[in-house]
């Protein structure tokens, strides 16, 4: 059995693939003939950050095909499918441990992998720790399914780099309170909150489509400054980005809040609280803005609400906004919420766009309470 790399000249093997088998836990359970070319169009299944293989048996048969995203980053994703006449088979098991053993050949040095699953899921659940991936996150009602109007918890699986090369299964430790302050007492806060125009939540799935287009407009705009934003979006990588968002929400490892206008529902932005430490806490605010919304004040705005939340709900004693010394958009809002410029770290990274040196301007606000 091996992956075979899929090439833009077998697009009709796939559509057909794609097409004609029932894909019961995933979203799109029958997508559509359109819905596949527009992916292969836009870069969903061959493009910088995403490959595709098929999975072949020793007659060498299509059994299956398998999607990576976020190869440019330390942690790629993936999606496993096997088709139905091939279900059941141990074709999974095998398929999923060549995978991981190519992501963890890459000469990039991969930290881990990753993979999310409906909860009731089972030979999928059986197949990532078959292969000795462990359960790290169950998220209630997370897992949107249009056709049923209802939602699934979902469930994250992962291995790391270290316990597939020494093959081992290192279980996750629940019990990890700090012994000398327990910072899980803010973990308890609420996932919504509003501004006077805003309405600042966090990610859904069906949130997607907007997201989409916002930064398909805007990504000329965000270019400079946004190393994510350097190729054009694909429905397929916005809406797993959104489901990592969701899911490392729930871990409490990033806090991503998508902005809307309360009156007429539209999607203004991204607002989040990153590079988190708990033990402090301190948070590291990051933003951006449809071009469409930019120099309204909704940032701003946002801003604003997020420092409150972050001081009166999470109890954060240390705040920070880093932002290239050229960017004077995001500086300015950094300002008008009265952070302080506490230095200016010369040459501490490359541009997104070009690639150029840059400097860094960090801002600060701390609490007044110690």
Not at 209 to 216: F, Q
Not at 299 to 305: C, I, L, N, Q, R
Request: glycine share 4%.
């Amino acid at each position: 059995m091996r992956l075979k790399e899929w090439t833009m000249e077998e697009q009709e093997p796939l559509i057909h693939f794609m097409t004609k088998n029932e894909w019961p836990y995933h979203v799109q359970s029958h997508p559509g003939r359109e819905l596949i070319e527009r992916t292969i169009e836009e870069g969903g299944y061959e493009s910088d950050d995403v490959k595709t293989f098929w999975i072949e048996n020793d007659e060498e048969q299509k059994v299956g095909m398998v999607q990576l995203y976020d190869l440019q980053d330390d942690i790629p994703v993936f999606d496993l499918r096997i088709a139905e006449q091939w279900r059941g088979l141990g074709y999974g098991k095998i398929a999923l441990h060549l995978l991981t053993k190519f992501i963890f050949d890459l000469p990039t040095k991969k930290i881990r992998l990753e993979g999310h699953t409906r909860q009731d899921n089972v030979p999928m659940r059986k197949t990532f720790e078959s292969v000795g991936f462990v359960k790290e996150a169950h998220f209630r009602d997370a897992w949107y399914m249009p056709k049923e109007d209802a939602y699934y918890d979902a469930v994250t699986y992962g291995i790391t780099r270290e316990d597939f090369l020494e093959e081992k299964t290192t279980p996750v430790s629940w019990n990890d309170e700090h012994e000398e302050f327990d910072y899980k007492k803010y973990w308890n806060f609420p996932s919504q909150f509003e501004t006077s125009r805003l309405l600042v939540r966090i990610p859904e799935e069906q949130d997607t489509e907007k997201v989409y287009e916002a930064i398909k407009r805007s990504v000329a705009f965000l270019k400079p400054y946004m190393t994510w934003a350097q190729k054009k979006p694909t429905h397929e990588n916005v809406q797993e980005n959104i489901r990592r968002a969701i899911a490392r929400f729930m871990n409490r490892e990033e806090l991503r809040f998508h902005l809307f206008d309360k009156q007429s529902n539209e999607f203004i932005g991204c607002l989040g609280l990153q590079h988190i430490d708990w033990t402090i806490p301190k948070f590291e605010i990051g933003y951006w803005i449809d071009e469409r919304y930019s120099g309204q004040g909704y940032m701003t705005e946002a801003v604003h609400s997020m420092t409150l939340f972050a001081f009166e709900d999470l109890g954060a004693n240390r705040l920070e906004i880093r932002c290239d010394r050229d960017n004077i958009r995001s500086r300015a809002i950094a300002e008008k919420n009265n952070f302080e410029l506490e230095g200016i770290l010369k040459q501490d990274s490359r541009k997104a766009s070009t690639g150029q040196l840059r400097d860094t301007c960090v801002y600060a606000k701390i609490s007044s309470i110690n």
